[in-house]
């Protein structure tokens, strides 16, 4: 089972977005798919069509009531499950400020009772908080997505810096599989300078003891996509809203990726 954590704290960059079409691609490809909802917006259950306020068991209370995760899955269609939040989980970070163990809460609880899947996704928060910090210790890998500007590799050196605190405290394992562009725009000049710039950035990390030496800069990338922003509203995938998109062709050809990755 390849546990995946979805993670940049800079918001906007597409995580729940690839999250979503992610995970349905993998599960309409045959795989066995959860999809854990981090984010106190909620807008992965929102996406795809959970009403946060009938959530039932939500991500907040496997956290702060110790219930199993798998007790927290809901089906959405074959293959494809997932653990939504509700608007609660904005107040774990304060709530379990005392707990001993409080970054590791989500792995104790996925361990409690086994989850037979194939691929578990998570959609953190835009944040290096406690909620991000419980899917790193969770996850065993993490796919970064990125807006191919300047500004969007602010912060990357953090984010760095997040996970290898992960990796030296709390889970060796954790590296950084992916880096993923998402709203591209091939056309740009300042495109080609970005991910110029993360492929250099990975080239000199190669052979050292860094989260990304072992990355890849997916060649999939996801183009900016008018449909891909409408789906939510909709409360379906984009395979659902328009399985003949642009952006549901991007996000297949990406699912055949991950799926063939060396991990």
Known sequence: ??????????????????????????????????????????????????????AGISTYRVLTDGIPLIEALRPVTDNLRVAPATTDLAAAEVELVSVVGRESLLRKMAEKNKIDADFVLIDCPPSLGLLSLNALVYASEVIVPLQAHFLALQGMEKLFDTISMVRQGLNPKLHISGILFCQFEAAARLTGEVTGEVDNFIASARGQNHPVSNAIVFQTQIRRNIKLAEAPSFGQSIFQYAPNSAGAADYSVLAEEVMKMKV
């Open 1 to 54: 089972m390849r546990i995946i954590a979805l993670f940049n704290q800079k918001g906007g960059v597409g995580k729940t977005t690839t999250t979503v079409n992610l995970g349905a691609a993998l599960a309409d490809a045959g795989k066995k798919v959860v999809l854990v909802d981090l984010d106190p917006q909620a807008n992965l259950s929102t996406h795809l069509g959970v009403d946060p306020e009938s």
